[in-house]
């Protein structure tokens, strides 16, 4: 199993995103995701995600907010993934170059016109029209999302 986080900063009605292109042989090669990665042993979500954002984009988060939870079973035929999604308004430093991508301020309205996976448009077009946090299991095979259970709390 493994657990790790993402994160969508907003700034102006827009989302910092990572387009996965700098990487050879990249799984997630030309995708647009948000920012994130692996728990290191020891760490909470909130530690996690603080870290990871600075990592890769050099912006210090503070004040993260707990969105939901995605659950991948059987991830890319490997194991289980567990990932805890976050958004962050509050932020300081100076943006930097990603060794993993390039990053950009793409407006939230124009976000469904990226190249993503299929269940990231799930959660990012109604994550503004719930206050809640959701739980949302998807089924992926080969690439495509074959199904998917969303909770809201």
Same mark, same amino acid.
């Given at each position: ?54 990592? *890769?984009?050099?912006?210090?988060? /503070?004040? =993260?907010?707990?969105? &939901?939870?995605?659950? $991948?079973? %059987? ?31 793409? *407006?939230?309205?124009?976000?469904? /016109?990226? =190249?993503?996976?299929? &269940?990231?448009?799930? $959660?990012? %077009?109604?994550?503004?029209e719930h206050n809640s946090v959701f739980s949302i299991k998807y089924n992926y095979q080969d690439d495509v999302l074959k199904d998917y259970k969303l909770t809201f709390y």
């Amino acid at each position: 199993m493994k657990l790790a986080t993402l994160c969508y900063v907003e700034k102006d009605e827009r989302y910092l995103m990572l387009h996965r292109n700098k990487v050879e042989n990249d799984m997630h090669q030309g995708m647009w995701v948000g920012l994130g990665g692996k728990f290191e042993p020891g760490e909470s979500p909130e530690e996690c995600v603080i870290r990871e954002v600075f990592e *890769e984009s050099g912006l210090q988060i /503070t004040n =993260p907010k707990l969105r &939901g939870i995605l659950t $991948f079973p %059987n991830n890319f035929n490997i194991e289980d993934w567990y990932v805890f999604l976050f958004t962050a308004t509050d932020f300081s430093g100076t943006l930097k170059q990603c060794n993993e991508g390039t990053l950009e301020w793409v *407006e939230k309205s124009k976000v469904s /016109t990226l =190249p993503m996976y299929e &269940g990231d448009y799930l $959660f990012l %077009n109604g994550i503004d029209e719930h206050n809640s946090v959701f739980s949302i299991k998807y089924n992926y095979q080969d690439d495509v999302l074959k199904d998917y259970k969303l909770t809201f709390y």
